[in-house]
């Protein structure tokens, strides 16, 4: 009768080298890793880079909208953002002058 676990697909170890200075030489190694890949993450986590990919990537996004795929403009998305835009302004002005 099946006791219904899954197989281990857990990946085998290294083998730890038995001479003292290869281990030594394996210890700098991965902590020579370590240390980049917290450099890395420190880096990717700044606010000031976030900014920028949220910028880039919002960038990215308004140009695939606004440009065809042969890199001409979209003229007529062009036009309905910029007749939502006169919209918006205009109820804008229109409940500012409103009592």
């Keep these: 009768m099946s006791t219904g676990h899954a ?12 001479d003292p200075s290869d281990i030594e030489r394996e210890i700098a190694l991965r902590q020579a890793r370590l240390a980049a890949t917290v450099d890395e993450l ?12 949220s910028s880039e990537g919002a960038r990215a996004k308004a ?3 606004l440009r065809a795929e042969d890199g001409s403009l979209r003229v007529e998305r062009i036009a309905a953002v910029g007749a939502a835009l006169a919209a918006v302004l205009g109820y804008l002005a229109w409940r ?3 009592p």
């Design 7 to 18: 197989a281990s697909t857990t990946p085998p170890k290294p083998e730890i080298p038995s």
């Design 42 to 53: 420190t880096t990717r986590l700044t606010p000031k880079d976030i900014a920028r990919r």
């Design 63 to 65: 140009d695939a909208a």
């Design 96 to 98: 500012r002058t409103r």
